[in-house]
């Protein structure tokens, strides 16, 4: 059961405006450009998690099963495509990434490993939109590595280009892993977490965040609005983690302890373009390997007449969930 707590304010930002990020269709070119992107961060509070939400899939590859013949199921197909997620990372590196809620993470798992009253010897960073982050992290650990599955964030940080579920971390090189905005959209999240458990040492700490729960409900709205008045509702959003769901995979992936809980920021957009060109710059736009057929400018013009018919005062409430875990390893 989680545990509601206060947010704690986000500092390095202008007062009363935002950006903001989610797992949604990359309408940018079917939507118009013409107005600057403007968002109000009303508030982040910490709620408790238990929604019911759709599973993340596929996790893992399908285990193999025993007859009298010896017989191994295919692996399911990759739910995101692995080329377009890096490419979708450079392209929000080489325009210009939107940092708002990816600092607001890294920022809180800095807190949260603050109060570990330890110095790590050895870590990892997974996720690195901003290569400033690194020397951040030296402040609690003699020596820094880095990952990111986008080769442009990799470079500018010094790390290795590498995804999740199919890089070799090593056998106990770590005692502190931190995990910031990839994980929702690996596909095979279960070997990922038995990667990274295999690369601590024991007792060690991993935590991070990631995007699910009940995130944009009103742009999800908005385009399944769209849909019906076009024709079939489409997949055109990622399917969400749930956190009752992480803490199962944390634990099938024999980590100890684990803890999560929701950080949902609320924030207030003047229109669907400025989520949209945010959600490019945040390196968050669709990544499925079967991803929806745009359906052209009348469809976007629907959507974005159903998005705006929501708001309040010209702006229209959305939510961003923002899952952060922790687990411990243990001795082999």
Not at 81 to 93: G, H, I, K, Q, S
Not at 130 to 146: F, K, N
Not at 175 to 193: C, E, F, P, Y
Request: glycine share 8%.
């Amino acid at each position: 059961m989680l545990t509601p707590s206060a947010a704690k304010p986000f500092e390095g930002r202008p007062a009363g405006r935002a950006k903001a990020i989610d797992l949604v269709d990359d309408l940018g070119a079917a939507c118009a450009a013409g107005r600057q992107s403007e968002v109000e961060h009303l508030r982040g509070e910490r709620l408790d998690g238990g929604q019911q939400e759709r599973r993340h899939f596929p996790l893992s590859p399908a285990q193999s099963h025993r007859t009298s013949r010896r017989v191994t199921a295919a692996p399911p197909p990759d739910l995101f495509d692995r080329r377009r997620r890096a490419l979708v990372r450079d392209r929000a590196a080489r325009s210009g990434v939107e940092l708002f809620l990816h600092e607001r993470a890294f920022a809180e798992c800095l807190d949260r490993i603050g109060d570990i009253k330890r110095r790590f010897e050895r870590a990892l960073l997974i996720g690195v939109p901003d290569p400033g982050w690194i020397a951040r992290l030296e402040a609690v650990a003699d020596t820094v590595e880095s990952l990111d599955p986008g080769a442009l964030f990799a470079t500018a940080a010094g790390g290795a280009h590498a995804e999740e579920d199919r890089h070799d971390l090593g056998i106990a090189r770590f005692d502190l892993i931190v995990a910031i905005g990839t994980l929702d959209t690996v596909n095979d999240l279960g070997a990922a977490l038995l990667s990274i458990r295999r690369a601590l040492r024991p007792d060690s700490v991993f935590i991070g965040v990631l995007a699910g729960g009940d995130s944009l409900p009103a742009l999800r709205r908005a385009m399944l609005a769209a849909d019906q008045l076009t024709g079939p509702a489409a997949a055109r959003t990622h399917p969400r983690i749930a956190p009752a769901t992480l803490a199962g995979l944390l634990s099938a992936a024999r980590f100890v302890m684990p803890v999560v809980d929701v950080d949902r920021v609320t924030l207030r957009y003047d229109g669907m373009p400025a989520l949209i060109r945010d959600l490019r710059k945040m390196g968050a736009s669709n990544m499925l390997a079967e991803r929806a057929a745009p359906r052209g400018r009348h469809w976007a013009q629907l959507a974005a007449a159903a998005f705006a018919a929501a708001a309040v005062d010209g702006r229209t409430e959305e939510r961003i969930d923002l899952i952060h875990f922790l687990g411990w390893s243990t001795p082999d």
